[in-house]
């Protein structure tokens, strides 16, 4: 389906529904809506509060700081997503993860799989991210799903995510692939959803559309 229905369809509709499943998943209230807010300050994510999509990425935050901002983005009915290696002042270990878990993140991001199997086996959702730089860049992270199999990857810059996409889909055919970094425009969204691409990452607010 064209990007841009799919865009139609949601402003249309509030949502994008599976016919299959009347009770969304979590998978589907994370990345259903294709444009997740990227939030790397507090003053993106007073605007994020505010911006139509439903689910926020939050590169930011510290253990005084994260549970009120977890609360307040659950009170205005968005999902999060954390990503634990750019969080300040918890350790990357399993209780850092039952932490999060405590106050009511959803997702958990990371390089690392001892911190991605600690989030799967306390039921968060989870999202590798891997840095497709080169070929044996690409070849590892598919490698890795040898070893663990995360509920979606994240593949940095998104313009190779397409590329990327394919490789992963022979080992592991039905893995939601995100797209992130480097989105300057509408176009490129389209063409993301386009080749298959299921959610982007953003950080560029005047893109935070749906």
Not at 170 to 185: D, F, N, S, Y
Request: hydrophobic share 45%.
């Amino acid at each position: 389906m064209a990007s841009a229905t799919r865009i139609g369809t949601y402003h249309a509709t509030g949502e994008i529904k599976d016919s299959n499943c009347s009770v969304p998943s979590l998978s589907d209230k994370l990345l259903s809506p294709p444009i997740i807010a990227a939030v790397n300050t507090m003053d993106m994510f007073e605007a994020a509060l505010n911006a139509p999509p439903k689910s926020l990425y939050l590169l930011t935050g510290n253990p005084l700081t994260l549970p009120k901002i977890v609360k307040r983005a659950r009170d205005a009915g968005k999902g999060c997503l954390v990503n634990v290696d750019f969080l300040n002042g918890l350790n990357r270990d399993r209780e850092a993860i039952e932490y999060l878990a405590a106050h009511n993140v959803e997702g958990i991001v990371s390089t690392r799989l001892d911190v991605l199997k600690a989030a799967q086996t306390l039921g968060l959702f989870t999202v590798q991210r891997t840095f497709a730089i080169d070929s044996a860049a690409v070849i590892a992270s598919v490698k890795l799903l040898t070893q663990f199999v995360p509920d979606a990857i994240e593949v940095l810059p998104a313009v190779v995510a397409p590329k990327v996409a394919k490789r992963i889909h022979v080992a592991q055919p039905r893995m939601k692939i995100i797209g992130g970094g480097l989105i300057e425009t509408v176009r490129e969204i389209e063409q993301l959803l386009d080749a298959g691409i299921n959610s982007v990452t953003v950080s560029n607010e005047k893109l935070w559309l749906i």
